[in-house]
């Protein structure tokens, strides 16, 4: 025990240990980003510095650096800049489901050691990367990337892949929400158990059952000894005892990979903490919703932005498939001890979720720590408790009803609020298609899942018919490219790969 203790406090350090490049580079680092030297803010996270990073920041405090050429030439001979993002090669037309199995070498990645100074985590095995901006590994893109692996054949892809997430669960004690250093104090919705539960190697069975051990102890930090309405780290407890969790992040300043904005939004904002808004704001990207209406505070605006007083249906609905998959694992290693435990704790937080995460109107939706009362607002999160099981008969068909309404001629649009973030109308992203349609039909809701699977696929292959490309994402209602966000929209694309494929190998297709 004692063992296991000091292991874990181990990682904890580790993980409480890399500092991002903001933290590393200080006021070269506000500096730079300050002046737009770069379009992109990660641009400058993702660099390498040539040499030591306290020799460049005693240069820089000696450095005339005011204007943006000085500081130019000054980060230039500093540090290795990364390629730009690129497109995938354009190869030759083919057939989408014969495009999609072709680009799959061309987003693989390996990275066994990163150079000095690196912002980059190494991992043991390839892994593959969305395309554009987006270099590295990411958490949740990943599932929906490998159901699409699995389908095209690549099941050596998604063992590797597995092994990578253990990996950073032994070195960081947690999944991080990409690869690279500034992404370590979040991570994003937890489809782990998911993930290790594509492997076909049962050897590694009992390691993988730990690994998701570790990540539940992550996101239930802080529930030992939490009071009734009171919150801690991603952990809530409302008045009645019920546990259920929210996004957090551990880090407090502006995020290195959009410092700029963040920055910008934070001084165009004075009557806010600032530390409470970047903290928001990173809560909002451990969400993978970054950004939408639901996290805001008048619906409409970024700046009031508050992630952390949201109870969230999604999350949740992940932790419930997380303490269910243990729970089965144990068994299958006959731990029964470990077993009923995690099945104690999934009936009580679908308890949980069923009385505070409910709407009268007939759906699932966040519940408002400020408001003390469910959300009235309507997105594709409502999908997520038929996607894990959760939902009673009667509320899965009221469900089909309340999601009609998001459900255009392209697909399933995130939600009825057009803000202009690009998490909200008339936005549509692979990964909410897979789990409303994989939701509706677990519980018979064919009518609906068929309108969301069709429109999906006809708007994926209007857009390949016309460009040659696969998009980050789509406006449904038009079916065209999507829009709205920090950066320009991206092409590859992992996870619409991913769904696209794993819908296209379905039986009738």
Same mark, same amino acid.
């Given at each position: 025990?004692?063992?296991?203790?000091?292991?874990?406090?181990?990682?904890?350090?580790?993980?409480?240990?890399?500092?991002?490049?903001?933290?590393?580079?200080?006021?070269?680092?506000?500096?730079?980003?300050?002046?737009?030297? =770069?379009?992109?803010?990660?641009?400058?996270?993702?660099?390498?510095?040539?040499?030591?990073?306290?020799?460049?920041?005693?240069?820089?405090?000696?450095?005339?650096?005011?204007?943006?050429?000085?500081?130019?030439?000054?980060?230039?001979?500093?540090? &290795?800049?990364?390629?730009?993002?690129?497109?995938?090669?354009?190869?030759?037309?083919?057939? !989408?489901?014969?495009?999609?199995?072709?680009?799959?070498?061309?987003?693989?990645?390996?990275?066994?050691?990163?150079?000095?100074?690196?912002?980059?985590?190494?991992?043991?095995?390839?892994?593959?990367?969305?395309?554009?901006?987006?270099?590295?590994?990411?958490?949740?893109?990943?599932?929906?990337?490998?159901?699409?692996?699995?389908?095209?054949?690549?099941?050596?892809?998604?063992?590797?892949?597995?092994?990578?997430?253990? %990996?950073?669960?032994?070195?960081?004690?947690?999944?991080?929400?990409?690869?690279?250093?500034?992404?370590? %104090?979040?991570?994003?919705?937890?489809?782990?158990?998911?993930?290790?539960?594509?492997?076909?190697?049962?050897?590694?069975?009992?390691?993988?059952?730990?690994?998701?051990?570790?990540?539940?102890? =992550?996101?239930?930090?802080?529930?030992?000894?939490?009071?009734?309405? %009171?919150?801690?780290?991603?952990?809530?407890?409302?008045?009645?005892?019920?546990?259920?969790?929210?996004?957090?992040?551990?880090?407090?300043?502006?995020?290195?990979?959009?410092?700029?904005?963040?920055?910008?939004?934070?001084?165009?904002?004075?009557?806010?903490?600032?530390?409470?808004?970047?903290?928001?704001?990173?809560?909002?990207?451990?969400?993978?919703?970054?950004?939408?209406?639901?996290?805001?505070?008048?619906?409409?605006?970024?700046?009031?932005?508050?992630?952390?007083?949201?109870?969230?249906?999604?999350?949740?609905?992940?932790?419930?498939?997380?303490?269910?998959?243990?729970?089965?694992?144990?068994?299958?290693?006959?731990?029964?001890?470990?077993?009923?435990?995690?099945?104690?704790?999934?009936?009580?937080?679908?308890?949980?979720?069923?009385?505070?995460?409910?709407?009268?109107?007939?759906?699932?939706?966040?519940?408002?720590?400020?408001?003390?009362?469910?959300?009235?607002?309507?997105?594709?999160?409502?999908?997520?408790? !038929? =996607?894990?099981?959760?939902?009673?008969?009667?509320?899965?068909?009221?469900?089909?009803?309340?999601?009609?309404?998001?459900?255009?001629?392209?697909?399933?649009?995130? &939600?009825?609020?057009?803000?202009?973030?690009?998490?909200?109308?008339?936005?549509?992203?692979?990964?909410?298609?897979?789990?409303?349609?994989?939701?509706?039909?677990?519980?018979?809701?064919?009518?609906?899942?068929?309108?969301?699977?069709?429109?999906?696929?006809?708007?994926?292959?209007?857009?390949?018919?016309?460009?040659?490309?696969?998009?980050?994402?789509?406006?449904?209602?038009?079916?065209?490219?999507?829009?709205?966000?920090?950066?320009?929209?991206?092409?590859?694309?992992?996870?619409?790969?991913?769904?696209?494929?794993?819908?296209?190998?379905?039986?009738?297709?």
């Amino acid at each position: 025990m004692i063992r296991l203790l000091m292991l874990a406090m181990g990682v904890l350090l580790m993980a409480a240990t890399v500092p991002s490049p903001a933290e590393r580079f200080g006021a070269l680092f506000h500096d730079l980003q300050m002046a737009k030297l =770069f379009a992109d803010s990660k641009t400058f996270a993702d660099a390498e510095p040539r040499r030591a990073d306290a020799a460049i920041r005693a240069d820089y405090v000696r450095c005339d650096c005011r204007s943006a050429d000085k500081l130019r030439a000054f980060v230039l001979a500093n540090f &290795t800049l990364p390629d730009e993002p690129a497109a995938p090669p354009p190869g030759k037309r083919l057939g !989408l489901r014969a495009h999609i199995d072709w680009l799959w070498p061309h987003l693989t990645r390996t990275l066994p050691r990163v150079p000095a100074g690196s912002s980059a985590l190494p991992l043991p095995r390839r892994f593959v990367v969305p395309g554009g901006r987006f270099r590295e590994m990411y958490y949740w893109d990943s599932w929906f990337t490998m159901l699409g692996l699995q389908a095209s054949g690549r099941q050596d892809l998604v063992e590797d892949m597995i092994a990578d997430f253990g %990996s950073l669960i032994d070195r960081y004690g947690r999944i991080p929400n990409g690869t690279r250093s500034y992404y370590l %104090s979040r991570s994003q919705p937890p489809f782990f158990y998911l993930i290790a539960a594509m492997s076909r190697d049962p050897r590694t069975r009992a390691r993988r059952a730990s690994w998701l051990r570790a990540e539940h102890d =992550f996101w239930m930090r802080g529930a030992a000894g939490l009071k009734p309405g %009171s919150t801690a780290a991603r952990v809530v407890m409302f008045a009645d005892g019920s546990l259920l969790n929210r996004y957090y992040d551990n880090r407090d300043h502006a995020r290195d990979e959009s410092y700029r904005e963040d920055a910008a939004l934070a001084d165009a904002t004075p009557g806010r903490d600032r530390r409470q808004l970047f903290r928001d704001l990173r809560a909002g990207a451990e969400s993978g919703w970054d950004f939408s209406s639901r996290w805001l505070a008048d619906g409409r605006t970024l700046a009031t932005i508050r992630t952390t007083r949201v109870v969230p249906i999604d999350l949740n609905s992940l932790i419930y498939g997380m303490e269910r998959r243990i729970a089965t694992e144990c068994r299958a290693l006959r731990d029964a001890a470990c077993a009923t435990r995690y099945d104690a704790l999934a009936d009580a937080r679908r308890t949980a979720i069923r009385r505070h995460l409910w709407n009268a109107g007939g759906y699932f939706a966040d519940y408002d720590l400020d408001r003390r009362r469910v959300a009235a607002q309507r997105t594709a999160a409502m999908a997520y408790p !038929l =996607f894990a099981g959760i939902a009673t008969p009667a509320q899965a068909k009221a469900t089909a009803v309340a999601i009609a309404p998001l459900i255009g001629e392209g697909g399933l649009a995130t &939600t009825l609020v057009d803000t202009g973030q690009q998490w909200d109308h008339p936005n549509g992203w692979a990964p909410l298609q897979w789990i409303a349609i994989a939701g509706l039909r677990r519980y018979g809701e064919t009518a609906a899942s068929r309108r969301i699977e069709t429109g999906w696929l006809a708007t994926v292959t209007r857009e390949y018919a016309a460009s040659g490309k696969l998009l980050e994402k789509y406006n449904v209602v038009e079916q065209l490219p999507g829009g709205g966000g920090e950066y320009p929209l991206q092409d590859g694309f992992g996870w619409t790969n991913g769904v696209t494929r794993a819908l296209m190998a379905a039986p009738g297709r």
